[in-house]
């Protein structure tokens, strides 16, 4: 109809037919007429023309409507035949979609049936996976059991001590002669031939050539070495480390304006030195005028702070006084520990009793007495006297000239939540109360004993029912009877406190596993990388070592979010490891009430009297004038057992305590039934306070009540040097009186010299104390009380803490307070601006706490990304404020650490890309300020290629390693344990990509390097400077033994210049006294030939190991192992000069003997039979030596096992050796097992994560 419609218009027809014409005639004129015969002519002739013409028309327009017509009916055919074609079309169709729809759902039920197989699947593997891993610990346990009792079979057997090269008991600590074995044990059965250039096998040196620095020196010499030194001297340290800097001051009346002087004028300067360290100082100086009311309570103090303190200072004129020559009796004559005495002497004194105390002080060591005529004259030599004592007691040695100390050098853990732990464990222990802990004991000793694995025991009880103390207590027990066990506790004091931290705890323990490890990773700080970064920890580490590992965590139900965070204990625990649990039994969670558990109940009234008596009896120093009667002490019994919350024993101690301190004679009685009728533990702290603000009056009671208000809005506790500076009106006098009377009533303690409120009872109750200055006695607040009552506190506490945010004098303390303060006011902006603060940042990343200011950042809002942002920005501004004037803080050397420091966080949590940046401008910046190869340098570059191993990007990574490497291995003042570090990378790397052979070499030297690190570098020196001023005196054994002790330790630091000298004399000293025919001197000649083959000197050793053989000759039995140690360490000599044949005399000598004494099966016999058929291969005695392999090969799979490191090496050399006889089938065969085992154990090392994983 379309194309219809389009002819029609298309087809034109002129409706006007125009008159033609006549033929021939012509138009008329205008004028003329016409006449009527013509106008009906024409008229006729133009119809007809007319007519024809329609006709035509018509006749066109009728067969043009035909073809239309026509055409329309074809394409209605069309039209037909195509929606026939259509409707098939969409038939099919319809048919494929029903079809694929079926399918479809066929495959829906197929996946969901699929997941549904592999959900239970996966339940069956890990149900098979958790019974094999149980089956396996048990049989690894049944193993271990039978080696240990075969172990000690093998000991009662042989009467003879028993050499072995993996303990170091075998050091005679009597006489001194704990190097009676040095070198003994060059075990040449791990080593293999000298590289022979003919032969195409890859071959090792010999261990003692490559092995270690020292030829001679056995690897555990140098913790002997420690255990010996510390019979020699007394203790450095008494106590742990503490967050203040105590110099007690002991004065008369007549010397305290001599004293205020030195204080104006060095205090700021002593001030400034403690700070360097994150320590307060503190001036410890208590009056004679005590205060009558209190003056019992002031002398104990003046005792307590006189035996605490780290310096003793005393100021000397004419007046005596009674506490003047208590202190000198006390601490300076009589003195059991090596803290440094000064004293200042007016030379013009005239009182007799100081002149004779001056006499005296001449032979006291570790004292600097000043005599003056004029103060001024000795001021600043006693100060820097004071100097070098802080220094040398805080360890602070200044740096060289030309080393960069690290701004930002990143510690495990923060050393200070370790000393906390360590005091808070003597707290708990050193109480008395211990009834009925026999029961409880045997039922935790018997969950420890057995073998296979176990799920942790848990002990709950209520709270106050002595939970922390039986878990203290049996930890002491448990160090006392044996002394390799390995146990590692952590008590979480509050909620609130760091200690609550599931993050600290997990790094604390962590840190205590990878001291096991010789070169240990780095902690992550993603709290579940973290965590399970432990758990594969403590499972490869407790297989390596004896005893196994016991975690102990007390107040577990503190711990934040504890079920998420301790659920790897429902996993199957390792064979060798068992977990301790406390908790309150209101607080168990749900998940653990299926575990073995013991319970704390309430005592009995037999136990109450018990313990009652027993802890009156311990603590009869401030009651001694007071007894019971029967009628009293049934009073009191009767009282405590009425209900569970007073028959505990945090009750009855505090009962014990009230009764005895805040009693009179004629209010004892009275005070008994008063304390005895309180219900319960908050309500007898309460009377308690109550007393306590009678006693100390209403003045002090208000200065009381403050600083307790203070501690308890604190995060961690406060110092005393801190509560001293917020109660400006507070002395030394009132203090002491303070702390004496409250951490004896159990209101205060003392945990690494913060000063922190007892338990969470009495923190509820000044939580509700009322202080105002109209206060004078103790009153509570009886309504419902929040955080926000406190706000004013919150604010002293914010308005002190913030007057330190300035560059240089940040704290820990300050960061560890500050935020924690703004977070609890609910302050976001301030919280936001303290945490943005670098200084800030860097307190925490330098204590391995970072995952505590990410926690800051999310309580702002801010996101990681944000984060990392915000502190490049900071770092971009104080990059221009670098200067490098010497009295600049800010240089570019210290803004590259804090770039280093950025881009490590980021590092560790995973954001690679943005860790980038920080690391490269970090590596900018010092390539810019030090020397082209500068260690600092070093370390950037191994801090990205590190970044780069992680990221996968191994090309640009291992470029990075090689430049790192050069600069370490070219520097004399690097670090070996940052060398060993490298090349462990080095070898990781390679490791990474599958190239074992490359990464092998990097492997063994990283090994060597870290083994010959080993050591405590920090406490030697502490230790070797007071063995100095101990070494003035006469000739004597004592003398000599410290002087080659002293010699020892310089040995084994690599101080061969400084060993020579001491060692020499203390040999001479020896002679001397005991003459020449001595065991001391045969030692003295035996540690002198270890020194000179150090040096190189071989004549000379080969001269005193001679000597010393000779005299252990005259004066032990043939078969004595110090005898043994001579022949080996010459044998070892001799062959390293090339006089083989001398060298096989003397190891024949030594493994006849060794086996006389062992017997035949010992892993030292096949290590000296290894050493013989070594030296014999050397001298192509082939024949000779083959047997002596076999023998060696026999007993090492016998005692070790068949999977051990020494047979493959034993192998390599059995390899050799066939192959230069020419059974070269015989040799491939030896040398594919051994290369197969080594792969073996390496694959083994790899996936254990002995080697450092990054």
């Not at 000690?152 to 075998?170: V, Y």
């Not at 105390?357 to 001021?379: A, C, G, R």
Request: glycine letters at 4%; one cysteine or more.
């Amino acid at each position: 109809m379309g194309n219809m419609f389009k002819r029609q218009s298309e087809v034109h027809i002129d409706n006007e037919i125009k008159a033609r014409p006549k033929l021939g005639g012509k138009k008329p004129p205008k004028n003329q007429s016409v006449s009527g015969s013509q106008l009906s002519q024409e008229s006729h002739a133009d119809t007809e023309d007319s007519s024809k013409l329609s006709y035509r028309e018509l006749e066109i327009k009728r067969k043009t409507l035909e073809s239309e017509l026509n055409e329309m009916k074809i394409l209605l055919t069309k039209l037909e035949d195509e929606n026939r074609r259509m409707k098939n079309e969409n038939r099919a169709m319809q048919r494929t979609r029903d079809k694929l729809a079926q399918e479809k759902e066929q495959a829906l039920e197929a996946a969901e049936n699929a997941l549904s197989r592999s959900n239970f699947f996966e339940q069956d593997r890990d149900k098979i996976q958790r019974q094999f891993k149980i089956f396996r610990e048990t049989k690894e346990s049944e193993i271990q059991n039978l080696l240990q009792a075969r172990r000690d079979l093998e000991q009662k057997l042989s009467r003879f001590a028993t050499i072995d090269e993996n303990d170091g008991s075998h050091f005679d600590l009597t006489n001194g002669n704990w190097w009676s074995h040095i070198g003994s044990e060059p075990s040449l059965g791990s080593m293999v031939h000298l590289n022979n250039e003919k032969n195409d096998f890859n071959q090792n040196q010999i261990v003692s050539d490559t092995g270690t620095p020292y030829l001679t020196i056995n690897k555990d010499d140098w913790h002997t070495a420690m255990a010996n030194l510390s019979q020699i001297m007394p203790s450095f340290e008494q106590h742990s480390e503490s967050s203040v800097f105590k110099i007690f001051v002991s004065a008369a009346q007549d010397a305290l304006p001599t004293y205020e002087l030195f204080k104006q004028k060095h205090f700021e300067s002593l001030q400034s030195l403690c700070l360097q360290a994150g320590k307060g100082l503190l001036f410890v100086l208590l009056a004679d005028d005590f205060d009558k009311p209190i003056a019992h309570l002031q002398n104990i103090a003046r005792q307590t702070q006189r035996e605490d303190c780290n310096i003793f200072l005393a100021f000397w004129n004419n007046q005596s006084t009674n506490n003047l020559k208590s202190d000198f009796d006390r601490y300076i004559l009589f003195k059991e520990d090596a803290k440094p005495v000064v004293i200042c002497l007016n030379s013009s004194c005239s009182n007799e009793t100081i002149i004779d105390m001056k006499l005296k002080v001449s032979k006291v060591p570790l004292l600097k007495l000043f005599e003056y005529s004029q103060f001024d004259d000795i001021s600043d030599s006693v100060a820097k006297e004071l100097e070098s004592c802080m220094k040398r007691i805080m360890d602070m040695e200044p740096p060289s000239s030309d080393e960069i100390k690290p701004l930002c050098q990143v510690e495990a853990f923060d050393p200070m939540t370790d000393f906390e732990q360590h005091d808070l464990f003597k707290h708990f222990s050193n109480s008395s109360c211990e009834i009925r802990f026999e029961l409880l004991y045997e039922k935790i000793n018997s969950h420890v004993s057995p073998a296979g694995p176990l799920s942790p025991l848990i002990v709950h009880g209520y709270p106050g029912s002595g939970k922390s103390l039986l878990l203290a207590k049996w930890i002491e027990l448990q160090q006392q009877k044996r002394e390799k066990v390995n146990i590692l506790y952590h008590f979480v004091d509050d909620y609130s406190s760091p200690s609550a931290l599931c993050c600290l705890i997990m790094r604390r323990f962590s840190q205590k596993l990878l001291s096991y490890v010789p070169n240990p990773p780095s902690m992550s700080y993603c709290p579940e990388k973290l965590i399970s970064d432990f758990v594969k920890w403590l499972e490869k580490v407790s297989s390596r070592i004896s005893n196994g590992i016991i975690l102990i965590i007390d107040n577990a139900h503190m711990i934040l979010n504890v079920e998420t965070m301790l659920n790897w204990l429902h996993d199957p625990l390792p064979v060798n490891v068992r977990v301790l649990l406390s908790v309150a039994s209101d607080k168990m969670p749900p998940s653990w009430k299926s575990w073995p558990s013991c319970q704390l109940e309430s005592h009995s009234k037999s136990h109450i009297r018990s313990l009652f008596l027993n802890e009156w009896t311990c603590n009869e120093s401030l009651h001694s004038t007071f007894e019971f009667t029967e009628d009293q002490l049934n009073f009191i019994v009767e009282q405590c057992s009425l209900t569970d919350s007073k028959s505990v024993s945090r009750f009855i101690i505090l009962l014990v305590r009230s009764i005895g301190s805040l009693s009179k004679k004629d209010t004892f009685g009275e005070n008994i039934r008063m304390f005895a009728k309180c219900v319960n533990c908050e309500q007898l702290y309460e009377t308690i306070l109550r007393h306590s603000s009678k006693i100390l009056g209403g003045d002090i009671w208000k200065i009381t009540s403050k600083i307790l208000k203070l501690i308890f809005v604190s995060h961690c506790g406060l110092t005393e040097a801190e509560i001293f500076q917020l109660v400006p009106s507070l002395n030394w006098n009132t203090w002491g009186a303070i702390w004496i009377l409250l951490e004896h009533l159990k209101v205060l303690k003392n945990a690494a010299g913060l000063i922190t409120l007892e338990n969470i009872t009495i923190k509820k109750v000044i939580n509700r104390l009322k202080t105002d200055d109209k206060i004078d006695t103790f009153q509570i607040s009886l309504e419902k009380v929040d955080k926000f009552s406190n706000t004013n506190y919150f604010q002293i506490l914010i308005d002190y803490f913030k007057q330190f945010m300035k560059p240089g004098k940040i704290t820990h303390r300050t960061a560890d307070e500050l935020p924690w303060l703004y977070f609890q006011i609910s302050d976001k902006n301030a919280l936001h601006s303290c945490v943005a603060n670098l200084c800030i940042f860097n307190q925490f990343f330098s204590r391995g706490r970072c995952d505590e200011i990410v926690l800051y950042w999310q309580n702002c809002g801010s996101d990681r990304e944000t984060m990392a942002t915000e502190y490049m920005t900071s770092l971009k501004g104080f990059e221009d404020l670098a200067d490098d004037g010497p009295d600049s803080f800010i240089t570019l050397p210290k803004v590259a650490e804090m770039y280093e420091a950025l881009g490590l966080l980021l590092r560790e949590l995973g954001m690679f890309e943005q860790a980038l940046r920080p690391l490269e401008k970090s590596l900018e910046l010092r390539e810019a300020a030090l020397d082209p190869d500068h260690i600092s340098i070093g370390r950037s570059l191994q801090q990205l290629g590190i970044l780069n191993t992680i990221w996968g990007k191994y090309g640009v990574a291992e470029q990075l390693h090689k430049n790192a490497l050069e600069i370490f291995e070219a520097s004399p003042d690097c670090d070996s344990k940052l060398l060993g570090k490298q090349l462990d990378l080095m070898a990781q790397l390679f490791m990474r990509q599958n190239k074992q052979d490359s990464a092998e070499p990097y492997r063994r030297r990283a090994m060597s390097v870290i083994k010959s690190s080993q050591g405590q570098g920090h406490v030697l020196r502490k230790k070797a400077a007071v063995l100095e001023d101990m070494t003035i005196g006469p000739d004597s054994p004592e003398q000599a033994r410290t002087l080659n002790d002293l010699g020892v330790l310089q040995f084994l630091q690599g101080n061969t210049k400084s060993a020579e000298p001491l060692l020499l004399k203390s040999m001479e000293m020896r002679k001397a006294v005991f003459g020449h025919n001595h065991l001391d001197v045969a030692q003295s000649y035996h540690n002198l030939a270890a020194l000179y083959t150090e040096m190189q000197k071989f004549e000379e050793a080969m001269k005193f190991y001679e000597t010393a053989l000779q005299i252990r000759r005259d004066l032990l039995d043939k078969k004595h192992p110090q005898i043994i140690s001579s022949l080996m360490n010459l044998a070892s000599l001799r062959k390293k000069v090339g006089e083989i044949e001398e060298a096989i005399r003397l190891f024949q000598q030594a493994a006849d003997l060794r086996e006389e004494n062992l017997g035949c099966l010992h892993p030292l016999v096949a290590a000296d039979l290894a050493n013989l058929a070594v030296l014999l291969s050397q001298l192509k005695r082939h024949n000779d030596a083959i047997p002596l392999y076999e023998r060696a090969l026999r007993i090492y799979e016998e005692t070790l096992g068949p999977q051990n490191g020494k047979i493959g090496d034993l192998l390599k050399n059995m390899a050799l050796s066939r192959y230069e006889q020419g059974h070269f089938q015989i040799a491939a065969k030896l040398y594919r097992r051994a290369t197969d085992l080594t792969s073996t154990l390496r694959k083994s090392v790899t996936s254990d994560g002995l080697i450092n994983d990054l």
